[in-house]
């Protein structure tokens, strides 16, 4: 079965900080996607990236990057310089490549993410 | 990115009423997915379609029923409300683009209380 971790319940930052955000994940499957989205007080969640299992590159995006690393099964977050539209509960999902799993996403229990003016 | 609608965004209703959330989406996704978030933030699948006519239910064990008789279109209903009901509900769509799996897009999500 799969599993996606998010051990920091809340994180708070003033801004302009540098922030980063914990994924690790348990997956029997050798092909696998990760996930990260962010829910603003809103209330909808907004895709921000997706990665393949097979394609550890960094990626880089304005403010936003992600570190993913299969050897320790981490997919971590981070934000540089942070702002107050940051705010908001950041999660992490994996999903499987196939069989009766596939397409569906296994969510982690969210990181809510405040910054302070 | 998927253009994906519900209604109504917020709902309160007494205990007994039969109440139907409505989503839709306008990219011809042929996969459509309900979740349920609690209070303490975790998202759980409820239902998924993976077509018209195909409906499957999630991890998680719900009263809710869906029906999905046209591709843009995936509501959800319960019967009888009770307060254990009183969530927020998550409504996505996605569809396979080259190879590889799926991004799921959201709606805005309907806040049901029920008292």
């Known amino acids: 079965a799969q599993k996606v971790t998010q051990a920091q319940t809340e994180i708070s930052v003033v801004e302009k900080e540098d922030v980063t955000l914990d994924c690790v994940y348990e997956?029997?499957?050798?092909?696998?996607?990760l996930f990260w989205y962010k829910q603003p007080p809103s209330g909808e969640l907004v895709f921000l990236i997706r990665r393949n299992s097979f394609d550890e590159q960094n990626e880089i995006s304005g403010r936003y990057s992600w570190n993913f690393q299969k050897s320790t099964s981490s997919f971590n977050f981070t934000i540089t310089a942070s702002q107050v539209v940051d705010s908001a509960v950041y999660f992490c999902?994996?999903?499987?490549?196939?069989?009766?799993?596939?397409?569906?996403?296994?969510f982690g229990q969210g990181t809510i993410l405040t910054v302070h003016p | 990115e998927a253009d994906i609608y519900q209604t109504p965004r917020y709902l309160v209703i007494g205990t007994g009423k039969k109440i139907t959330l409505e989503c839709s989406q306008t990219?011809?996704?042929?996969?459509m997915y309900w979740y349920q978030q609690d209070p303490g933030m975790e998202l759980h699948l409820i239902h998924y379609s993976y077509g018209v006519n195909s409906t499957e239910k999630g991890d998680l064990s719900s009263e809710s029923t869906v029906s999905r008789i046209r591709t843009e279109h995936f509501p959800l209903t319960l019967e009888s409300a009770r307060p254990s009901h009183t969530s927020q509900y998550l409504c996505a769509s996605s569809s396979r683009t080259g190879w590889g799996t799926d991004t799921q897009y959201f709606g805005p999500g309907t806040r049901l209380t029920v008292l």
């Open positions: 990219m011809g996704h042929d996969k």
């Open positions: 999902a994996l999903s499987e490549a196939g069989g009766t799993s596939y397409g569906k996403l296994t």
């Open positions: 997956t029997r499957d050798t092909t696998y996607y």
